[in-house]
């Protein structure tokens, strides 16, 4: 079984450590957390061992009535591979501490990508990452678009993307976050940073994104226009993406307007916290005009790389290969909606 730490207990790591204790080949060896608070006692409830991310802080949890394991550095290094979870700049400063236990460590989407071996997305790139000891699993919104540009550039050949990132403002729980009132252009400065982010996944890829900030929390609206390299019908793109398992089109009959009505089905489907971990794309809006695809998904900006990570524990021990991971990964979490 693999024992794997879980370095940040916040949105993403608590749901990483849900998806690892789903998995047959997989075991949580513990979550380290700054501070006690609810997702501390949810940890605590759970089983998971809980250590101390601040050995300064450890006193905090035995003052909240929570049972500490012991400090994160037991955990790294009795485990096979660390998740780092924590706060975007957090992982660049543990990266030291991994090293020192020699124990390898994915980060997530918000270091940069020259902290790391290689950058990853299961369905793009899974093989990079083997034997790697430092891989960072790419952000949301990079993970959404990588998921549709991979089977594109394969099938048909990618001239150029350029899609328009309509980003929420902030997670349900980010109380601190906005805008409340307002549509940002953000970040301002054309390309946006997600299109170099995407190219840390494929080489020669052509893709200029434009972000954007607007009062929502649900998910985000990538707005996609792909030039191919050839022409196809929009009824055959229609076909390849109804055979990729993280990629959902919301049939039309489903009447499904936005992302509200979306993590409502997720909630009707019963999926834990309402997740929803393929990216979802209108089924009407995929058209063609020429070589030009349009399209629009919908992102669950605090699911999708989830399963990802899953993946990409298995990438960096070598346990499996892309195929074999992705399915054991699907099967386990009920990805296919
Ligand atoms: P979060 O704030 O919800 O969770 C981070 C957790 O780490 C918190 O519990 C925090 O207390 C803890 N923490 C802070 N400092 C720590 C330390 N030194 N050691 C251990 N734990 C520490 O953040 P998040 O949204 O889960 O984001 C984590 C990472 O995932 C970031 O890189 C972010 O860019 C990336 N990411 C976030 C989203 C999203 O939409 N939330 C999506 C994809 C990727």
Redesign the pocket.
């Known amino acids: 079984m693999i024992q794997v730490a879980i ?7 608590k749901r990483v450590a849900d998806a690892v204790r789903e998995q047959p080949d997989m075991e949580v060896r513990g979550v ?4 006690p608070n609810f ?1 501390a006692e949810t940890a605590v409830d759970k089983g998971f061992p809980l250590y101390a ?2 050995e300064e802080r450890a006193d905090r949890f035995e003052e909240a009535g929570l049972e500490i394991a012991g400090p ?1 550095e037991d955990l790294v290094d009795a485990a096979d591979v660390v998740v780092d ?4 700049g ?2 660049a ?2 990266k030291s501490m991994y090293e020192e236990y020699d124990t390898p460590a994915l980060y ?4 940069d990508a020259d902290l790391v071996d290689t950058s990853f997305n299961a369905r793009s790139n899974f093989e990079d990452a083997t034997g790697a000891d430092h891989v960072r699993v790419v ?2 919104n990079t993970t959404g678009l990588s998921r549709v540009i991979a089977p594109l550039r394969e099938a048909y050949g990618v001239e150029k993307v350029r899609a328009t990132l309509v980003r929420r403002g902030g ?1 349900p729980g980010q109380t601190s976050r906005g805008p409340i009132n307002d549509i940002l252009p953000n970040p301002v400065t054309i390309p946006s940073h997600h299109g170099p982010d995407v190219e840390t996944i494929f080489d020669d890829l052509d893709i200029d994104t434009l972000g954007m900030k607007v009062p929502a929390t649900l998910m985000h609206m990538h707005s996609l226009n792909v030039t191919l390299e050839e022409e196809v019908d929009a009824s055959e793109v229609r076909d390849l993406f109804a055979d990729e398992s993280r990629l959902f089109q919301i049939p039309e009959r489903m009447d499904i307007d936005g992302s509200g009505k979306l993590k409502e089905y997720a909630l009707d489907a019963g999926r834990p916290r309402g997740d929803v971990w393929e990216n979802c794309i209108w089924e009407e809006s995929v058209s063609t005009v020429g070589n030009d695809l349009y399209l629009f998904q919908g992102i669950h ?2 699911s999708d ?1 989830v399963p990802e990570n899953v993946d990409a524990i298995r990438a960096v021990l070598g346990e499996a290969d892309a195929e074999e991971s992705i399915q054991t990964t699907n099967e386990t979490m009920g990805i296919g909606l």
Not at 32 to 35: I, L, V, Y
Request: a negative charge.
């Open positions: 370095n940040g207990y916040g949105t993403i790591g380290a957390k700054t501070r997702e991310a601040v994160v979870a924590t706060p975007s957090i992982g400063e543990n997530q989407g918000g270091e952000s949301c997670d900006q605090e790389v």
